[in-house]
């Protein structure tokens, strides 16, 4: 089995990879950076994998368009002096100092962050995601009460569980628990995109996948939900490495 194989769709010629896997169906994944691969049977020909691809070229060719439209991923942080750290939609800059006890705060334009002479870059490091951190929760915890309050013709009367947690593509999610899930980068986000994405986990106990009648849903609580995506991603990049 080679490891690659392309199709022309139309007048675009994909590319694509071959991934022999343990499973009956195969799989298609198109990844930010514009690559597809497949997750094939090992029965499967090399005739069926590139049929398969080109049956489902369109959609390929709708996920590359919409991942090249994204802002490329920046790259993780590096925890030094000048660094931009953007949080609730403004531009700050890290700014490291070396006191007598150690501490984070806003000031002005920076975040300033105070280190002991003794530390090293892992306690700047702990200290700004702390921070970060702390404040992603205070700002979920209010924004997840007023946003639920705002959705009470929804049928949700009780403030879901929530948690927070690093995820390498997505801002949001919900579990089949019905816990909602958020991403604590999204505390760089300008307020009313933070709570779009809550909004859309909201409506996801109602809806739990992502048919037309979730967005039916989505698109009466938050009519101009489009738009704040698009304010979202242009606003803030998500770090694809942590
Ligand atoms: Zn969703």
């Known amino acids: ?15 694509y990879s071959i991934r022999p896997a343990t499973r009956k169906t195969l799989a298609i994944h198109v990844f930010p950076d514009g690559t ?4 094939t049977p090992r029965t499967a020909t090399v005739d069926e994998i590139a049929a398969k691809v ?3 070229g369109a959609w390929v060719l709708k996920q ?7 802002p490329p991923a920046i ?29 984070a705060k806003l000031k002005g334009a920076h975040l300033e962050v105070t280190l002991l002479a003794q530390d090293g870059a892992d306690v ?5 995601d702390a921070w970060l951190r702390d404040r992603a929760d205070a700002i979920f915890h209010s924004l997840v009460g007023s946003c639920l309050e705002r959705t009470s013709g929804m049928g949700v009367k009780t403030v879901p569980e929530w948690r927070m947690l690093r995820m390498r593509k997505r801002w949001g999610s919900c579990t089949n628990s019905g816990t909602i899930i958020l991403n604590p980068e999204l505390v760089a986000a300008p307020k009313d995109c933070i709570e779009y994405v809550i909004f859309h986990e909201l409506c996801h106990l109602r809806v739990r996948n992502h048919s037309a009648a979730f967005y039916r849903l989505l698109s009466r609580v938050v009519p101009k939900w489009e738009h704040l995506r698009m304010k979202l991603n242009r606003a803030v990049e998500l770090r694809l490495e942590y």
Request: proline residues 3%.
């Open 54 to 56: 080109k049956s489902r």
């Open 1 to 15: 089995m080679p490891a690659r194989g392309s199709v022309h769709y139309g007048t675009t010629r994909i590319d």
């Open 124 to 128: 700047a490091k702990k200290l700004v």
């Open 75 to 103: 790259p993780a942080r590096r925890y030094v002096s000048g660094e931009e750290v953007r949080y609730l939609g403004r531009q700050y800059r890290l700014k490291l100092l070396v006191g007598h006890e150690r501490s």
């Open 64 to 70: 590359q368009r919409i991942f090249a439209a994204y």
């Open 36 to 39: 597809v691969v497949t997750d």
